[in-house]
């Protein structure tokens, strides 16, 4: 256990349908990462937040994606309109600011778009 | 591409002997990093090297960095059946994101 936590685990939605994952980062970590990972691929970066500052969010894969961080500590990722496409891993990962510092990965929101 | 590619894609040994895999970059990086990943869990940290680094070791784990091949390879030594995952490594480049490539699927068997 990394200390990064995913919710839910699971989550099978009907195409169409909005879904939302929370991510808990580590408690003293200020940087927090969401990638997408597929069947056979590595992860997938999505975007990141430096407290509740979103400093990168061009490689979000469309703008039915969107994440927040309002206070700086958990993190949301939603997508909307759901396609049978966005069936995917989500992962979450925080770290420190330091550059160079290892970055923690949750154990990630598997979703399934019926 | 801002990812590292891992060679090979798969990697099937004998518990006991060693494993070597390698990551290939094409820009510059602050930093590379090993993780490693169990078949549908999230993905755990093995082993950090810097980029004014050439060599680290950590348990059975030694990495190594060419930063003018733009290369690094991570070897298992004394492979066991539990090392059996895909292995990733992560490039910290500006910016500070990490990208990481496709990965090697590694199976030991015992």
């Known amino acids: 256990d990394t200390g990064v936590s995913q919710d839910p685990r699971h989550k099978i939605t009907k195409r169409g349908q909005n879904v939302t994952f929370r991510c808990d980062p580590i408690?003293?970590?200020?940087?927090l990462y969401w990638y997408r990972q597929t069947l056979g691929q590595g992860p997938e970066f999505l975007t990141y937040?430096?407290?509740?500052?979103?400093?990168?969010k061009s490689r979000l894969l469309s703008d039915r994606f969107s994440a927040e961080r309002p206070k700086g500590s958990f993190s949301t990722l939603e997508i909307q309109r759901t396609e049978q496409g966005d069936s995917a891993m989500y992962l979450c990962?925080?770290?420190?600011?330091?550059?160079?510092?290892?970055?923690?990965f949750g154990e990630g929101s598997w979703l399934t778009v019926v | 591409s801002q990812q590292g590619e891992e060679d090979p894609q798969a990697l099937s040994i004998q518990e006991g002997e060693n494993a070597t895999m390698n990551c290939s970059y094409k820009?510059?990086?602050?930093?590379l990093q090993w993780y490693r990943q169990n078949s549908g869990r999230g993905l755990v940290h093995l082993i950090l090297?810097?980029?004014?680094?050439r060599e680290k070791h950590s348990g059975r784990l030694r990495v190594t960095l060419d930063t003018s091949k733009k290369s690094s390879s991570l070897l298992i030594t004394a492979s066991r059946a539990a090392d059996t995952a895909s292995y990733f490594c992560?490039?910290?480049?500006?910016?500070?994101?990490?990208?990481f490539g496709t990965g090697t699927s590694l199976t030991v068997i015992p």
């Open positions: 990962a925080s770290s420190l600011t330091a550059v160079g510092n290892t970055i923690y």
């Open positions: 408690s003293e970590h200020n940087r």
């Open positions: 937040f430096q407290n509740e500052a979103q400093l990168e």
């Open positions: 820009t510059s990086i602050n930093n």
């Open positions: 090297i810097r980029s004014n680094e």
């Open positions: 992560a490039l910290l480049r500006v910016g500070n994101q990490f990208y």
